[in-house]
């Protein structure tokens, strides 16, 4: 069985496919669309992709991905803990750095403590914190460091200089286990949410208060609602939802039917059981 994901190796989203897949081929990816491309196509039997982070919000590749593919669905939904971690290849003091580099995302849930700790540093956006990490291992005598993960660490031998530098302890990130249709198997977990992505009739007074009425009146909760650009003209858009799944499946049902014949279309992803994967013990150390 071949599993994508998006790499490189150790990246977290390589994490996130571990706890789901840890005995499978698991095949890096440059990128969410090529993921999903090769999975549409039938080359790989599931895709595991980064959907949304607590301090960054949404990866809209993966949401604008999967709206031009609407033959994929989602599976089970990963929720990972992201630990950031200030990687150098030997131990220096923190004024010594003079240049940081890691993933956009992994910068922005960093920024208070390069803010407070490292000012006089350049940060240098790349393709991936692992990316960062291989650097850093492979230009020791240069006065860099990384952001990655623990996993990235030990991977490649670099001294951790600070651990947990995230802006928030409780920074986690979704993601998202996409499969075809015909490679889906029965599950015995419950689904605990259901996620719809729907394009209004017209652009026109009401028509979204129309649509979530039909949510509304049946007391289905929803726990996000998030607006995407179509990319066919400025101010049309199409919606993400998601659902809460404590409901009779009948009710969901019967408002996506009542969406429709308000003349919305409504692609259904699925619903699916989400594993919280556990917190590792945090190993202390000064700065």
Not at 17 to 38: M, N, W
Not at 209 to 219: D, E, I, S, T
Not at 245 to 263: M, R
Request: glycine share 6%; aromatic share 8%; proline share 6%.
């Amino acid at each position: 069985m071949k599993v994508g994901y998006l790499g490189p190796q150790r990246s977290f989203t390589y994490q996130a496919a571990g706890t789901s897949f840890a005995t499978e081929d698991l095949v890096a990816y440059p990128s969410i669309p090529t993921c999903l491309k090769d999975l549409e196509a039938g080359f790989l039997d599931f895709g595991v992709v980064p959907l949304e982070n607590s301090l960054e919000g949404s990866v809209h590749a993966t949401i604008d991905s999967l709206f031009h593919r609407p033959g994929l669905q989602v599976v089970r939904e990963i929720i990972l803990p992201i630990k950031q971690q200030l990687l150098t290849a030997k131990e220096r003091p923190l004024s010594e750095i003079r240049r940081v580099l890691s993933h956009p995302q992994a910068l922005a849930q960093s920024q208070a403590f390069l803010e407070e700790y490292l000012p006089q540093a350049q940060l240098e956006a790349v393709a991936s914190t692992t990316h960062a990490a291989q650097y850093v291992q492979t230009h020791p005598e240069e006065a860099v460091a990384a952001i990655a993960s623990k996993d990235a660490a030990g991977h490649y031998g670099l001294t951790i200089a600070q651990q947990d530098i995230q802006d928030n302890a409780g920074n986690q990130t979704r993601f998202w286990v996409v499969a075809r249709p015909d490679r889906m198997k029965q599950s015995f977990e419950p689904a605990v949410k259901q996620t719809l992505l729907l394009t209004l009739p017209s652009n026109q007074p009401g028509a979204l208060y129309q649509v979530l009425q039909a949510f509304g009146w049946r007391k289905i909760d929803l726990s996000k609602i998030e607006s995407r650009p179509l990319k066919t003209s400025l101010g049309e858009y199409f919606f993400v939802v998601d659902l809460v799944c404590d409901k009779d499946p009948l009710l969901i049902a019967n408002a996506i039917t009542e969406i429709q014949l308000l003349g919305a279309t409504v692609q259904n992803l699925g619903a699916y059981p989400i594993t919280l994967v556990a917190e590792k013990p945090r190993e202390e150390t000064g700065l």
